[in-house]
């Protein structure tokens, strides 16, 4: 969609009693600066799903991955945290014609860093200046608690920096 603010008008109907509710919703598509790096909302996810041997329609469908979110951001130990997110704008290497990001995964309990995973981009496909991250994090090691994961970005053409980060829980 272009730059701007759009309105949303839903509209639902109950088949049975006839009852008929509507709801207005507004929001804002974002203009972004070609020059400068940037990425989608980090969405934390209940379940991930590549996407690439069906078509890529229906509900949580974005591009080759179906995405289901957890809205809560809770997650009960043991279940997988999924993590997707696209990077935009990342500079092009000239001699591999690809974009040059490097990515890490933080995990911080408390601010202290517990740990980290490295992206590794070896067989992944996107559309020029586009990258997704889509990933599974094991909470099986985890203690129940307050996490933040943050998303390391540094794009190795341009120099350019981003951490954006969100916050979940653990429980038993």
């Known amino acids: ?16 009693s006839g009852a008929t509710g509507i709801r207005h919703v ?8 070609p020059a400068k790096l940037s990425t989608s909302t980090l969405i934390l996810a209940a379940k991930l799903q590549s ?3 069906q078509p890529a329609v229906g509900q949580f469908v974005i591009g ?26 990342a500079g092009i290497d000239q001699t591999t014609l690809r974009p040059s990001v490097d990515v890490e995964y933080a995990l911080l309990k408390d601010g202290k860093e517990l740990g980290k995973q490295v992206e590794d981009w070896r067989g992944m496909s ?3 200046q586009r990258l997704t991250l889509a990933r599974l994090i094991d909470s099986s090691p985890l203690t129940p608690g307050e996490y933040e994961l943050a998303i390391r970005i540094r794009d190795r053409v341009s120099g350019q920096t981003l951490s954006p980060s969100s916050k979940f829980t653990v429980v038993p």
Request: proline letters at 7%; a neutral charge.
């Open 64 to 89: 080759q991955t179906k995405v289901i979110p957890n809205v809560s951001g809770t997650y009960h130990r043991g279940q997988p945290v999924g993590v997707y997110m696209q990077v935009y704008n």
């Open 51 to 53: 996407l690439v041997d």
């Open 26 to 33: 507004g929001f804002t598509v974002p203009r972004y600066d």
């Open 126 to 128: 996107d559309a020029g």
């Open 1 to 16: 969609m272009a730059p701007g603010t759009y309105k949303v008008d839903v509209i639902v109907r109950d088949v049975v």
